[in-house]
């Protein structure tokens, strides 16, 4: 995330707001109008008025401006984790499977028992560490915040009780397909769970701010091997839930699912927030004037 702060120099500034103390109205003391950014006080040389206080004027209107759109990123980004981790709860509770971390953080928990909070955060950081040694940087912090919040959130759905609102209040309708049992109502919340961690993951990307570890780690992959976006990621997300699965955790139908339908859910769902919500994506560069949300595999 980047808050545009460090090119806020006074040339920087004036670039963007050309302070011109001659543009003056010829034979008038009068200001000239012309378009562009709030007017300017402009006057002649020698008035008295130092150009660096108008500046420094200007460089705190642009820094609160700043702020007050950081302000709405946050809320952009911790409501989308909220909202993830609530479809990741609903992915546990119907068990069918869940999405490829969490099987591995389950199945890491079921050995070390310290809860998913502590063991999403013990896979963050291992994935940092990777990314750390192989690009030799200090690797951004966002993926671990959102990583281990979504773990800590689980952690907290679960001592709430929220299944007795959604798979527990709801009818046992038991279908046969392909041999299976199924519970219909499971897969319903299944469904429900897919399109609600979609329509989070679309507001976490367009917030600016958090990226998951799996795509940090995919985009250094793509960069060093040349990689496709695609084949980047399912390499790592088979990866994921198959040590999951060796460890216990559930994999099902959901784990193939999430896979295949919540990546392309998400440019749906940040279309439908640019044109109707007027959520701006700070997540993907645009070009000018292009309302685009696609995502720069």
Known sequence: MSMGVSGCTIEGIEKLYPFNPHRMLRGAGRRSISPG???????????????????LKLLKQYMNQEM?????????????IVLFSLGAKCFIDAQLGTDPLDVLVIGLNKHLGVGLGVCSSLIAILFLSWWMVWNRALPPMTPFVSTSAVGFLLDFWNALHVEQ??????????????????NLYAVLLDVIALLVCSYASSLIIMSGIGIRIMDLVAITMIEKWGWSFFRAKMTLEIGLFSVGWLLGGPMGVTTVLFLFFVGPFIQPFMLMNATYLRIPNHGINQPHGENSTSVMH
């Open 68 to 80: 007050k759109v950081f302000r709405y990123q946050l809320v952009y980004y911790f409501f989308g």
């Open 165 to 182: 609102y959604t798979i527990d209040a709801m009818p046992v309708v038991n279908v046969m397909i392909y041999g299976h049992e199924l």
């Open 37 to 55: 950014p709030p007017p300017l006080l402009l006057l002649p040389e020698g008035y008295g008025v130092k150009k660096e206080w108008t500046m």
